[in-house]
């Protein structure tokens, strides 16, 4: 499969997708890690590749460190989905997302909340230099 912008998208409208699915059937007032395992469950059941928690490494002056930092989700080895169960999303979420992007090299992210009433009204998704990079088709 050739990686492409329009490929890229097509996954992150499955995951959108998937998260409405677990929204709709959980409704918001849970802790992120209960939407996590549905979210995890309904994208496998999509036939998307994902894997959870997934170590972040970081460079610093040539030098890997070890680190904390784990992304929620990595779907298909090309889209970090950074979840939330917030009331207020804050200005901070955005920044750890993309510094996730950055550090890792991935084409698009998604930042997901499932405490509110409508998922895609506080959906964040961003992409990268790299994704800019890509064939559109």
Not at 40 to 63: A, C, F, M, N, W
Not at 104 to 125: A, C, D, M, W, Y
């Amino acid at each position: 499969m050739k990686i492409t912008q329009k490929y890229i998208n097509e996954i992150a409208y499955k995951i959108v997708g998937c998260a409405i699915e677990v929204h709709k059937h959980l409704g918001p007032g849970l802790l992120e890690s209960v939407y996590e395992k549905c979210l995890i469950q309904e994208l496998k059941e999509h036939g998307l590749i994902v894997r959870s928690q997934v170590l972040v490494p970081i460079k610093y002056k040539d030098t890997r460190l070890e680190s904390d930092l784990r992304i929620d989700l990595l779907v298909n080895d090309l889209i970090i989905i950074e979840l939330k169960a917030v009331e207020v999303m804050i200005p901070v979420f955005k920044a750890q997302l993309l510094s996730y992007l950055k550090l890792t090299g991935r084409p698009k992210g998604l930042l997901i909340n499932f405490h509110t009433e409508n998922i895609t009204n506080q959906l964040v998704s961003l992409v990268t230099e790299e994704f800019a990079k890509l064939p559109v088709e």
